[in-house]
């Protein structure tokens, strides 16, 4: 009973054994003698495991190394690539610059004289100079007057800093969207900001000294705009938008229009508290009435075009025109050719505002600048046009302006590198993500080619005409006799003669015992 008890358990254990697969592993060849690993039977390898595992994390050693030694070599790239067209306008400005006062600068000639003589007053740096209270701008100008004996190059040498300062700032909140909604469009996007900031095209700003103006009311602007935009309300910022604020108002005209485009900020802006919200919003009304009625005290400019400052609303179409052209003028400045860019301009900047005001409202505080920007730079569009659209449509693509139509500019570009980087990372939809990245590539890279074009064109023979037209001048103000030369660098020769005598007296401009600048 026992030995049947045993068999039969035996052969059921030996049917669960048979019933499993086993794989049938072939013999190894044997070794030879001098070779450390052979290989055995086809399919198999005799690379023993610590080995392959030491290979395999040296490949994924090299990879990595490669990719990185790919990201730098990139990085380097863009990075000089984003250089370029600073380097270049550096470059084009020492070559091309003139060391003499210039049209409007001959009407700074008689208070840089008083300074020398008897000092210079509040009143004298509050007086208005067209439409424009240049309070800051003069400040400066007369700074740099008294250290360098009126050098030009000193001036010059501030308007660039003064846009670098707007391109670093665009840049890094540009940078900061596009991390916050993980986009890998950004690296294109730095060149093209760099293209559009340092323009040649902007030619009348580059290398006319009495423009640092302009990039002073930009700066400000700018650095305002991006400080109420922050994510926490603090007061500092408050203050810090209100300084802002003055400087812009108080260096051009435009600067007005910063007031109502920063209280729309601290409106979308959030707060912890809705107290302190308001609180911070009727101070800011107050301060901008307080702004708007000091700027407007005894505000009396005859129009420059000498027609009606009515003009614009008499003209309703060619207004229209004008601030259509201001805006396109980034582009290209031909005045037909502005006037339909103007319009794409606004429908692309309305589209891509509307767009990430639906889709991206977690970062909206981040891109709220942006927006902002947008605004001023059509707010200067409409500000500008009342007063100069007694001169025609066509003087809005005037180069001087290219630095506030700028701004709509970077946002369109920033707005058009979210589309494209978002698309890229789509993948619910692949055709329509497809589509959508060749229509951002196709404007942003015409946008590219148009800007290049207009401005290492038109720009280059803008700065070569100023260059010549001047430089025969300068030295003609040693003598001050040919009135057809005097009327080159103002329109009134006799004015200029007085001028001469200002600077002839305190060894001033091209009077001076240094010239640096030569």
């Known amino acids: 009973m026992k030995a ?10 030996g049917n669960r054994v048979l019933s499993r697969r086993v794989p049938v592993r072939p013999r190894s060849a044997p070794v030879k003698r001098g070779v450390p690993y052979a290989s055995g039977v086809a399919g198999t390898s005799a690379v023993p ?23 730098a070599v990139w990085s380097i790239f863009l990075i000089a690539l984003t250089l370029v067209p600073l380097v270049i306008l550096t470059t084009q400005v020492s070559r091309y610059h003139v060391d003499v006062p210039f049209w409007d600068q001959w009407n700074f000639v008689p208070l840089l004289g008083k300074s020398f003589e008897q000092g210079v007053s509040f009143s004298d740096l509050w007086a208005l100079h067209n439409e424009h209270r240049l309070f800051f701008p003069r400040l400066i100008m007369l700074g740099f007057s008294h250290l360098s004996r009126y050098n030009i190059c000193w001036e010059l040498v501030f308007s660039i800093l003064l846009a670098v300062g707007i391109f670093i700032i665009v840049f890094f909140q540009a940078k900061k969207v596009f991390l916050l909604l993980g986009s890998p469009g950004f690296p294109w996007v730095a060149p093209i900001l760099s293209l559009l900031a340092f323009s040649l095209h902007q030619g009348e700003n580059w290398v006319w000294g009495w423009q640092i103006q302009i990039f002073l009311n930009v700066l400000a602007v700018v650095m305002g705009l991006v400080i109420l935009a922050m994510p926490e309300f603090r007061w500092r910022n408050l203050a810090a938008g209100v300084a802002c604020g003055v400087v812009a108002t108080f ?26 919200k308001r609180t911070a919003l009727a101070i800011w009304l107050g301060l901008t009435a307080l702004v708007f009625v000091s700027y407007f005290y005894r505000f009396s400019p005859t129009p420059p075009s000498g027609k009606s400052p009515f003009y614009f609303a008499i003209h309703p179409l060619e207004y229209v025109r004008y601030n259509l052209g201001y805006l396109g003028a980034s582009i290209i400045t031909y005045p037909e050719s502005a006037l ?23 970062v909206i505080v981040a891109a709220m600048p942006f927006l902002l920007l947008g605004l001023y730079s059509i707010s200067c569009a409409a500000l500008t046009g009342m007063g100069r659209v007694g001169f025609g449509a066509a003087q809005a693509t005037s180069y001087r302006y290219v630095t506030f139509s700028n701004l709509i500019w970077f946002s369109n570009v920033i707005f058009l590198g979210l589309q494209f980087g978002e698309s890229r990372l789509s993948l619910k939809a692949p055709t329509r993500g497809r589509i959508k990245i060749v229509a951002s590539a196709a404007v942003l890279l015409s946008l590219i080619f148009l800007v290049a074009r207009t401005s290492y064109r038109v720009g280059h023979r803008v700065l070569e005409s100023y260059h010549h037209r001047l430089t025969p001048v300068r030295a003609e103000l040693l003598r001050g006799s040919d009135d057809g030369l005097l009327q080159r660098l103002y329109i009134d020769a006799d004015y200029v003669r007085q001028g001469i005598e200002i600077l002839r007296t305190h060894r001033l401009s091209v009077f001076r015992e240094t010239r640096s600048c030569e």
Do not use: T
């Open 49 to 71: 495991p610590s080995l392959d595992h030491s290979l395999n994390s040296q490949k994924q050693r090299c990879s990595r190394d490669g990719k990185k030694w790919f990201k």
């Open 251 to 276: 260096s051009y005209a435009n600067g007005l229009a910063y007031w109502p485009v920063a209280f729309l900020a601290l409106l979308l802006a959030p707060s912890p508290s809705r107290r302190r």
């Open 340 to 362: 339909f860019l103007g319009i794409f301009c606004l429908i692309l900047f309305g589209s891509a505002a509307w767009f990430f005001l639906q889709k991206h409202r977690q």
């Open 4 to 13: 049947s008890i045993s068999d039969s358990v035996m052969s059921e254990f």
